[in-house]
Structures are given as C-alpha cells and as structure tokens.
T-cell receptor, first 114, second 117 residues
Framework: GAVVSQHPSRVICKSGTSVKIECRSLDFQATTMFWYRQFPKQSLMLMATSNEGSKATYEQGVEKDKFLINHASLTLSTLTVTSAHPEDSSFYIC??????????FGPGTRLLVL | AQSVTQLGSHVSVSEGALVLLRCNYSSSVPPYLFWYVQYPNQGLQLLLKYTSAATLVKGINGFEAEFKKSETSFHLTKPSAHMSDAAEYFCAVSAGAGGTSYGKLTFGQGTILTVHP
C-alpha cells in the first residue's frame, strides 16, 4: 500500500515554456502533499507543502508565482513550473501523507529545460 | 527547528559484512525519525521509522535502527550486506505530534552505500 505516482517521469522543454507535473496517491487519501527538488548528488529540498483544498505553503526562497501548486483533491496535486529556465532543471519529487506522520514518495520527475 | 547530519557521504562494504550508516539529529521537540532508500533515478522508499514507541525499530530488507536520545543518534544497521543494498540512504527528522513542524521532513545529505562482491 501507500503508492504515489508521478507523471511524466521525465520531460524536456524549451526555455520560457511551462511544465505541469502530476502527483497522485493511488491507494490512500493524501491530506497533505509535499513537493521537493533534488539536484545531482544532493539531498532533497522541500519546496512547498499543500493541504487539500487550501493554498500551498512555500519554503523560504521558493517563488510561489513560478512554482504553482494545486491540490484539488485528496489524491492529486500538481506542480506547474512557469516560464521554465535552464536553472529549473532538476529532479522533482512529490510525497503524500494521510496522517502527517509518514510521507510516501513518488518516483520523481526529471525536468530538463533547454 | 530540526537538522540531520549523516556521517560519511560514502560507505563501502563487502557482501555479507555489517552495514552501519550513521545519523545524528538535532530537534527542539521530541522527533520522529526516518530512514529512506533511493535507487538511481527513483523516488524514496521508506525503510523504517521511529515515532516514540520502541527505540529499536525494524524495517524492510533486514534493516534496523536504534533511537538513542542521549546520543541524539539514529544509526541504520544491517547484519549482512547484499549486493541489492547498494543505493543512497537518507536519514530524515520531523517534529513529533504537537510540534509546529509536524509532518515536515528535514533530510540529511545522504550516504551512498557500495557493496563489493
């Protein structure tokens, strides 16, 4: 149980375009979802926390207008990288939690901005 | 606030040898502690967690960890390494129930485990 999926698994886009990443909890209701980014050979950095039906809470230094997060249902959250630039290239990982105690992670989405 | 330090960015062991991955934490409130494993180009898989019950926690794939409050440690061990254990391991801490950061994970820098035949 506790499976989280992400789509797409990898995406290449041109600079200036927007990219949407979906995160789904497949067998549980994720009242809270988290979005992380991971640079090569580095740890995960929390970008934002979202609760179903409310606005996401962004970590310091993360631009909320650039990284739009929507958590419209208990099984789906989306991250949209707007006007992507090469420096946004990274591995984006989401996680879901049903009780705020344990997070279950998706397989990640590798974004490459050309 | 919480922080995690993983001692040793790389650990190399022989197949069949003991695995010991070190994790020390800092937390202003009673912590919850987690170990996750990440295989290349994949997300994180939960190995085990401590949430204020038994201090010796057993997880999947033969791993276990012991919470030692006096040492602020949560080291991960496995008696006998297998080739399939080669991966990157992350220790993480969150505030326990009632903490203002309840549910938010702070990760260590990760330890890459290499297993030699």
């Amino acid at each position: 149980g506790a499976v989280v999926s992400q789509h797409p698994s990898r995406v290449i886009c041109k600079s200036g375009t927007s990219v949407k990443i979906e995160c789904r909890s497949l067998d549980f209701q994720a009242t809270t979802m988290f979005w992380y980014r991971q640079f090569p050979k580095q740890s995960l950095m929390l970008m934002a926390t979202s609760n179903e039906g409310s606005k996401a809470t962004y970590e310091q230094g993360v631009e909320k207008d650039k990284f739009l997060i929507n958590h419209a249902s208990l099984t789906l959250s989306t991250l949209t990288v707007t006007s992507a630039h090469p420096e946004d290239s990274s591995f984006y990982i989401c996680s879901g939690s049903s009780n705020d105690e344990t997070q279950y992670f998706g397989p990640g989405t590798r974004l490459l901005v050309l | 606030a919480q922080s995690v330090t993983q001692l040793g960015s790389h650990v190399s062991v022989s197949e069949g040898a003991l695995v010991l991955l070190r994790c020390n934490y800092s937390s202003s409130v009673p912590p919850y502690l987690f170990w996750y494993v990440q295989y290349p180009n994949q997300g994180l898989q939960l190995l085990l967690k401590y949430t204020s019950a038994a201090t010796l926690v057993k997880g999947i794939n033969g791993f276990e960890a012991e919470f030692k409050k006096s040492e602020t440690s949560f080291h991960l061990t496995k008696p006998s390494a297998h080739m399939s254990d080669a991966a990157e391991y992350f220790c993480a801490v969150s505030a326990g129930a009632g903490g203002t950061s309840y549910g938010k994970l702070t990760f260590g820098q990760g330890t890459i485990l290499t297993v030699h035949p």
